[in-house]
């Protein structure tokens, strides 16, 4: 399975972004997919995840209000809103397929990995 993230660029701050992430092949249906970032010199973050069906949303704090999480399982795809950006929202993106239907906060719930897309906010 190989992912396609995309939407990202650079933007200033407050302003909004829609990132994009697509499955090469239809095997995501059943299983939770998420947005991860890295900032540079950081480790690798949970932003946020959604379930299979995309009854349950899961978010990081740090993003809780500004960002929503949402899917189309007819396109085998994840998207991720991203409202009010600030320069601390500044990363590489990336969405992941995860091991079950309902999502985790970490690395080892995920196992399949798109490329990222990177976002950059500037004050």
């Known amino acids: 399975v190989q992912l396609q993230a995309s939407g990202g660029g650079l933007v200033q701050a407050g302003d909004s972004l829609r990132l994009s992430c697509t499955a090469s092949?239809?095997?995501?249906?059943?299983?939770?997919m998420a947005w991860f970032r890295q900032a540079p010199g950081k480790d690798r973050e949970f932003v946020a995840t959604?379930?299979?069906?995309?009854?349950?949303?899961s978010y990081a704090d740090s993003v809780k209000g500004r960002f929503t999480i949402s899917r189309d399982n007819t396109k085998g795809a994840v998207y991720l809103q991203m409202t009010s950006l600030t320069p601390e929202d500044t990363a590489i993106y990336y969405c992941?397929?995860?091991?079950?239907?309902?999502?985790?906060?970490?690395?080892?719930?995920?196992?399949?990995w798109g490329q990222g897309t990177l976002v950059t906010v500037s004050s």
């Open positions: 992941a397929v995860g091991l079950r239907s309902y999502g985790g906060h970490t690395k080892d719930d995920y196992r399949y």
């Open positions: 092949k239809r095997t995501n249906s059943n299983n939770a």
């Open positions: 959604i379930s299979w069906r995309g009854g349950s949303t």
